[in-house]
């Protein structure tokens, strides 16, 4: 007998032990400290722990491709030609990643780090997303600069379907719902943050509103009525007004959305008892005028069962906040890079780590370690990480 019920049996409270390890694990998170570099990385673009086995970083620059074993600390690396603009881990085998650079997308071998095959999406990728949930088929979705997302069959190279978004305006970011692999939401540069069922031949489902008008489905109508043309009518609801939709993702629970604009607002959308609707809050924010791709989807990572996200963007972006996603409220700073941060990894665990790659050209581990203390009983934060 395991679980809850064995627990119950020794007279434990499961749910008292199960808040406690909640807490704890949230107090280690909000914690995170320098730790050390772990890897070189000029011009970084991508960064990403392998969720499957939590022991393998992903990370690619405009040079080379590295995999850092996290638990040795080894590297396996190789020089690449192509800048990578997006690469993620397939979910259910750590042996291979998917990687997109311009029009091509290649599946990798992680123990060659070889490319074992190209597809050619005939469009500039931004974005990949594979879908966590075990029956979906290897299926990745591609975010394209001409207001498509591609899905491609990983076994046989070519687009099971293709999801137009009646805007040529590009696709920027992308999301599967933890909880149901046909569930997928796409934030675009036109402002809009779009719900999608892929079984479906009118698969939008929904366009979330900033405003919190519920006609977000009469919305949809409008957009799958105006998908043959190049511009879409004005009453057309947004997420971030007048901003790309730089980033979005699932939170834990699969029934609540964060989401970035490149106004510098961070969003919280949760599911309402009406159908695919979804109704936000703004989240206290320091107002930021990002540049023409503004925030990135690598700039924002929530962590698991904790209420914490963390960001790289801000007033100053060469530094880490950490933010509780219901009030909005900084919890905590993360500071030791001296360049622009540009990407943010986490590694669900116990003992948490995060993974920052800036323009500085050091990958940098943060981990939890207990407050240094003088003799007076105060507490001492040194932030000069680099003198040793």
Sequence with gaps: MTGRAALGDVGWD??????????????????????????????????????????????ASSESIAVLSLNSLVKEERPVKNQFDDAVWYPFDS????????????????????????????????????????????????????????????????????????????????????????????????????????????????????????????????????????????????????????????????????????DGSIRLWRESSVLNYYHNAQLAYSKRVAGPRGLLGFHLCHTRETGLMFTAEGMRDNVVQC?????????????AHVRKIRCLAFRHDFDPELFTAADDGFVLRWRYKSPDVDQTGVEVDDEDYWSS
């Design 323 to 335: 933010i509780d996603i219901l009030t909005g409220q900084p919890i905590a700073t993360l500071s």
């Design 14 to 59: 499961p749910y008292a032990v199960e808040r406690l390890q909640r807490n704890v694990l949230r107090q280690r998170t909000a914690g995170l400290r320098f730790d050390r570099a772990v890897l070189e990385n000029r011009s970084p673009r991508v960064l990403c722990v392998d969720e499957r086995s939590n022991s393998l970083l992903l990370s």
């Design 95 to 262: 042996g291979m990643f998917v990687s997109c650079s311009g029009q091509k997308l290649r599946l990798w071998d992680t123990l060659r780090l070889a490319a074992v095959r190209t597809v050619d999406v005939s469009s500039r990728c931004n974005q990949l997303a594979f879908s966590s949930v075990p029956n979906s088929a290897g299926i990745v979705a591609v975010a394209t600069s001409h207001g498509q997302i591609r899905l491609i069959n990983l076994v046989s190279g070519s687009a099971a379907h293709t999801l137009n978004s009646g805007s040529d305006n590009e696709i920027v970011s992308l999301c599967w719902s933890p909880r149901d692999s046909h569930i997928l939401i796409s934030g675009g540069a036109d402002s809009r943050l779009l719900v999608w069922d892929i079984r479906k031949s009118n698969s939008c489902l929904a366009a979330l509103d900033e405003l919190n008008q519920q006609h977000s489905m009469s919305s949809a109508r409008a957009l799958r009525q105006h998908r043959s043309v190049g511009s879409l009518p004005s009453n057309l609801t947004t997420a971030h007004a007048k901003a790309s939709v730089n980033s979005v993702t699932f939170v834990d629970d699969g029934r609540s959305i964060l989401s970035t604009g490149s």
